[in-house]
């Protein structure tokens, strides 16, 4: 394994990335709008299918797919076989969806299909986070971790203006019919059967099998990057604070997936078609893609600290800026908010994790690392944002308004995160004596 040359690994990561990216594209951009205004589901309804399959995904990564990568060190194998199963069961899924017998119904089986479907996914989500950690030294992660995300974002590019087409068929059918007539589902099943491709000539990874590329070795993460003397790695109580403030900043951030496409989609609103959408969500991907490529700069200069509270910064400043923007044209520039947030916070908030990680509970401890994305992409917008909105329309408020205010309440929720996350970072800079090492047994197993 140890002659296998980093840049090979770099071009397979790199190709998996871009068509896992470009199927979330076409699938999700227009999934909310799809179950709000085709087939009839309140808002909280529609932020379901976000909240329970994550549940099942951050369920089984953590019982059963994270202790399995730690036992057996198969990051590959994971992988492949999470893509295979999941882009099986979205043709399947179509099919149950198109036979149920009325438009709610079929909401419904979209939820719990994807809940199933999560199951299989959250294989290949526990084996993506540790083949990277696996492979690449500690120094190196945010970088790997900025370029797959400029990739990443050309993919999602794609995939929205794909999305876009197919949802209505390039403005010549009705709104829905890529979903309801399975143009949508088949894409996304066939991009997942191929991705696993690239996967298929790499290394399988885990520290047993010298996956690490030449010249580090798992014990180099004992020195970087450095941590606080009165932070040790291993030291579970540091790396939990850590993850409650980034499922609060990533919860405010996420909670607008589901239902900001409802927003722009809305009659009296902004009246967005489909092909605005799909260019909204581009000028965020494009401007990841730019933040992507200077995350390792930036690193270098400000450290990771810094790029996890620039970005959760720049996140709660795109939810405000959405609750306010008087047009549609001025959401595009305001767009690169969330772009250059998901870009700096993701890679930063992956090193610093990585450095707090374990070589030996990789599995377990990404899994929990996982989770914080996983709950952050319905959790508040379940119990949040989308009571929020369906309280205010039936006070009579009318929808452009609660939608408003309901992104201010996932605002505040970054807020809150933002603001742990400082406290937390400065308390590890001065050295804060209550996050000292725990002795041996209080880390979870």
Not at 137 to 162: C, D, F, N, Y
Not at 204 to 230: H, N, T, V, W, Y
């Amino acid at each position: 394994m140890s002659s296998v040359r980093p840049a090979s690994v770099i071009i397979g990561l790199s190709s998996f990335q871009a068509l896992a990216m470009f199927r979330r594209g076409v699938f999700y951009t227009f999934l909310g709008v799809y179950l709000r205004a085709f087939l009839g589901l309140s808002v909280t309804e529609t932020t379901l299918f976000e909240t329970i399959p994550m549940l099942l995904n951050i369920l089984f990564q953590t019982f059963v797919w994270g202790r399995l990568a730690d036992r057996f060190q198969k990051r590959k194998t994971l992988i492949v076989w999470g893509e295979l199963l999941a882009g099986a069961g979205h043709f399947l899924l179509w099919w149950l969806h198109a036979d149920a017998p009325d438009l709610r119904s079929s909401g419904w089986v979209i939820i719990w299909g994807l809940t199933v479907i999560e199951i299989f996914w959250s294989m290949s989500n526990i084996g993506w986070s540790a083949y990277i950690a696996d492979i690449y030294a500690p120094a190196e992660r945010s970088a790997v971790q900025g370029k797959l995300a400029s990739v990443g974002g050309l993919g999602r590019i794609a995939g929205a203006l794909a999305g876009g087409f197919l949802y209505d068929r390039a403005g010549t059918a009705y709104a829905g019919w890529g979903f309801r007539e399975g143009a949508i589902f088949f894409t996304v099943g066939a991009v997942m059967l191929v991705s696993v491709l690239p996967f298929l000539a790499m290394p399988e990874g885990g520290l047993a099998r010298g996956a690490r590329k030449p010249g580090s070795s798992p014990e180099a993460d004992a020195s970087a990057p450095p941590l606080p003397p009165s932070v040790g790695r291993g030291d579970f109580r540091t790396f939990a604070l850590f993850l409650v403030a980034m499922l609060l900043v990533n919860s405010g951030v996420n909670s607008l997936v589901a239902v900001k496409a409802q927003f722009l989609d809305l009659a009296d609103g902004f009246a967005a078609s489909a092909r605005q959408i799909s260019l909204l969500a581009n000028v965020e991907s494009a401007a990841l893609i730019l933040t992507g490529l200077s995350v390792a700069l930036l690193s270098r200069r400000f450290g990771a600290g810094a790029l996890m509270l620039a970005g959760a910064a720049a996140g709660a400043l795109y939810l405000v800026s959405y609750a306010a923007a008087p047009s549609l044209a001025i959401l595009y520039p305001l767009s690169t908010l969330k772009g250059c947030s998901e870009g700096l916070f993701g890679a930063a908030s992956y090193a610093f994790a990585a450095a707090l990680i374990p070589p030996a509970k990789r599995g377990r401890w990404f899994a929990y690392y996982n989770a914080t994305f996983m709950l952050s992409w319905g959790l508040a917008a379940t119990l949040v944002t989308g009571p929020v909105i369906d309280a205010l329309i039936k006070a009579g408020l009318s929808a452009t308004a609660a939608y408003r205010l309901g992104f201010l309440s996932s605002a505040a929720i970054s807020l809150l995160g933002l603001g742990m996350l400082a406290v937390l970072l400065a308390a590890r800079k001065a050295g804060n004596g209550s996050m000292a090492r725990p002795q041996a047994g209080e880390a979870p197993e």
